[in-house]
């Protein structure tokens, strides 16, 4: 099956100015997440999506950052506007597990986008 | 949430058999535990996820002992393509929080 997608790869932009990614979930996977991975950390969840429905965003910097999937298919991140401290790798993430239950489902991450703020 | 310690980092020579040992002392009754695998610039890769006793597939075994208050994932004969950040993880699947993980480097 093929992966998690995820676009671009890289991404310089200046502080202030905005950014979007974009992911491309496993077919027929319900669940999808965004992670941030700042450099030497693991990576710490920003936002869950059920289908098309937030299950959970506490960690979403909500004054800067946004995140939709139309259709329950694709999702875009967005940052608006940036600053330096979201210099990090924007990771997709992908699973069938529907409700709670998580045995035999495992994340499926795609490679990610290395974002640089200067 | 269940809150997972792992050692920084192991060094291992190829050939050898490596154990990284999570300690999870808050694990809830429906929390499963999981490991990743993470190289540079990929995503983390799932390797193993078990709930008590001992999970074995082609890549790794997961001992987890009755208490569930830790588990031991092992690696047999490592290469040095094993090289790699490993992450312990205890939670169900809406509540997962990766740690820094345990960085592992197999040298010959």
């Known amino acids: 099956e093929a992966g998690v997608a995820q676009s671009p790869r890289y991404k310089i932009i200046e502080k202030r100015q905005s950014v979007a990614f974009w992911c491309n979930p496993i077919?027929?996977?319900?669940?999808l997440y965004w992670y941030q991975q700042i450099l030497g950390q693991g990576p710490k969840l920003l936002i869950q999506?059920?289908?098309?429905?937030?299950?959970?965003d506490s960690q979403l910097p909500k004054d800067r950052f946004s995140a939709e999937r139309l259709k329950g298919v694709d999702s875009t991140l967005k940052i608006q506007p940036a600053k330096l401290e979201d210099s990090a790798v924007y990771l997709c993430?992908?699973?069938?597990?529907?409700?709670?239950?998580?045995?035999?489902?495992?994340?499926?991450f795609g490679n990610g986008t290395r974002l640089t703020v200067t | 949430l269940a809150k997972t310690t792992q050692p920084i980092s192991m060094d291992s020579y190829e050939g050898q058999e490596v154990n990284i040992t999570c300690s999870h002392n808050n694990i809830a009754t429906n929390d499963y535990i999981t490991w990743y695998q993470q190289f540079p610039s990929q995503g983390p890769r799932f390797i193993i996820q078990g709930y008590k006793t001992k999970v074995t597939n082609e890549v790794a075994s997961l001992f987890i002992p009755a208490d569930r208050k830790s588990s031991t994932l092992s690696l047999p004969r490592v290469s040095l393509s094993d090289t790699a950040v490993y992450y312990c993880l205890a939670g169900t699947a809406s509540k997962l929080t990766f740690g820094t993980g345990t960085r592992l480097q197999v040298t010959l």
């Open positions: 077919s027929g996977h319900a669940t």
């Open positions: 999506f059920q289908n098309n429905g937030v299950v959970d």
């Open positions: 993430a992908s699973s069938s597990m529907v409700g709670d239950f998580q045995y035999n489902s495992p994340l499926h």
